[in-house]
């Protein structure tokens, strides 16, 4: 009688399945069979995971040396030029008339500066992102902070007070508005690249274990052959154990290798490229402060501790003070005397800004103000002349520290090309040397 389909003595395509392979099992042929099956399977989910994970951590590195630092770099550019167009621009105020070509002109570079390093944020920043939206609200204060400058500019020209009125509301939009756009701006995508750094340096365990897994499966194997046949090489096998090595060594070396890479050009690349951005950007600060402290004329005040202060020196000071110490920062953190002679050389500068600013603020304050106009912005013995020595220095040791970084960064990256062809294609042949072998031991039996 045929039994009722779905009825209890149907077994199941799996049930069957089980059942000849605990019957293959009992022969030698059938259990070298499985044992090659598992041995070739092992080899090659040993191959795919240390292609997947090696491919994985170079795409991130990738994006460290290509995309993130150099975003990062750039917005602290977005930063700098902003804050150098206001200090500019500040600066021809104060000369009125008398304001020089190549003040107007390094207005001009730092506004297409910023102009340009926002159509670059803006093509590499994620739809929807919070980027896109500050980029976007940077664009549209750009021209609106050009225009108040303009007219600063024209009413100075013409001797009306209400430019100096204009000049602050277009230093008050950029202190206000635009500056901590662009920190933010600045702040995300240095989360953007640590986050890429975190991606490269993980240990690819999962590749690694199953590696040294597959070693010890074929060990065995090579032991059992010798104890069932006194031969003490199988050639199959010994290709797929030394295919299988090769890849494990080119995993745990190459990786150790661009790790060790990756974190110097974290510990003496990024790390001194943060402080120096911070410290030129207290410097622009400290001088847009200098500047505005004239052009009020002591309008702007603040209350500290129950003392008033010029809002302008006050913040100054401050700005001096943050400079100071990114520049002993920037010091120690420099490993070579091409990272630190320009950052001694800025530590040197900014003391002899800080004597001259004090002879100026000392001359303001007795109402002398043309004297003390012709320290902060005269031709010979000014204070511009220590910012911009400040400045160049500084621009000198970030030079410096951006190659340091693009060499080790593309060291560790280097150190890991090839490998997940190369993991990929060794496992190939481990597996078909692990079958081989097998098959070696199954053509006794025919």
Same mark, same amino acid.
């Given at each position: ?17 089980? /059942? ?5 099992? !009992? !022969? ?15 080899? @090659? ?7 997947? $994970? ?11 040396? +290509? ?29 009125? &008339?008398? /304001? ?7 207005? *001009? ?16 920043? %994620?739809?929807?992102?919070?980027? %896109? ?43 206000? *508005?635009? @500056? ?8 995300? /995508? ?27 499966? @074929? ?25 299988? !090595?090769?890849?494990? @060594? ?17 510990? +003496? ?30 309008? $702007? ?5 129950? %003392? ?22 920037? %010091? ?14 800025? $530590? ?21 103000? $043309? ?29 410096? *520290? ?14 890991? !090309?090839?490998?997940?062809? &190369? ?20 053509? *006794?039996?025919?």
């Amino acid at each position: 009688m045929v039994a009722a389909v779905g009825s209890p003595d149907r077994r199941s395509a799996f049930a069957e399945g089980a /059942e000849r392979v605990r019957a293959a099992a !009992t !022969t030698e042929p059938g259990r070298l069979r499985i044992i090659g099956a598992l041995l070739a399977l092992l080899v @090659l989910v040993f191959g795919a995971v240390t292609a997947w $994970q090696t491919s994985e951590r170079a795409a991130a590195a990738d994006d460290v040396l +290509h995309r993130s630092q150099p975003l990062s770099s750039g917005a602290a550019g977005i930063y700098r030029a902003l804050a150098d167009a206001n200090t500019t621009a500040s600066s021809g105020f104060l000369a009125g &008339g008398q /304001e020089t070509a190549a003040s107007r002109d390094r207005y *001009e570079k730092d506004i297409r500066s910023a102009a340009g390093g926002l159509v670059t944020a803006a093509a590499n920043a %994620e739809p929807g992102s919070a980027s %896109e939206a500050t980029i976007a609200k940077l664009n549209r204060l750009l021209p609106e902070y050009k225009g108040l400058i303009e007219r600063a500019r024209t009413y100075n020209r013409q001797g009306y007070p209400v430019g100096g009125a204009y000049l602050r509301y277009a230093n008050e939009k950029m202190q206000y *508005e635009m @500056l901590p756009a662009a920190e933010d701006l600045y702040t995300t /995508e240095n989360q953007r690249l640590d986050a890429d750094y975190a991606d490269t340096t993980p240990y690819p365990w999962a590749a690694i274990a199953l590696g040294l897994l597959a070693l010890a499966a @074929l060990g065995w194997a090579q032991h059992r052959t010798y104890r069932r046949t006194n031969r003490v090489l199988n050639h199959g096998l010994v290709t797929g154990t030394a295919a299988t !090595t090769v890849v494990l @060594l080119w995993l745990v070396v190459g990786h150790a290798v661009a790790r060790a890479d990756l974190n110097r050009s974290y510990d +003496h690349g990024i790390r001194s490229l943060g402080v120096l951005h911070d410290a030129r950007i207290a410097s622009l600060k400290a001088r847009g402060n200098e500047n505005l402290s004239l052009v009020s004329r002591g309008a $702007q005040t603040i209350t500290v501790g129950g %003392e008033t202060y010029d809002a302008y020196y006050y913040a100054f000071d401050k700005d001096m003070a943050v400079l100071g110490k990114g520049l002993t920062e920037a %010091e120690t953190l420099a490993d070579d005397p091409a990272g630190s002679t320009p950052v001694k050389a800025a $530590q040197g500068n900014m003391a002899v800004w800080k004597q001259r600013h004090a002879s100026a603020r000392s001359e303001d304050e007795n109402g002398n103000y $043309q004297q003390a106009l012709d320290k902060v912005i005269g031709t010979k013995g000014a204070t511009g002349e220590c910012f911009d020595s400040v400045d160049a220095n500084l621009a000198r040791a970030i030079g410096h *520290e951006q190659t340091e970084f693009q060499r080790a960064a593309g060291s560790g990256r280097s150190a890991m !090309t090839g490998l997940s062809q &190369g993991a990929a294609g060794l496992a190939l042949l481990g597996a078909a040397g692990a079958v081989a072998g097998i098959g070696r031991r199954l053509s *006794e039996y025919r």
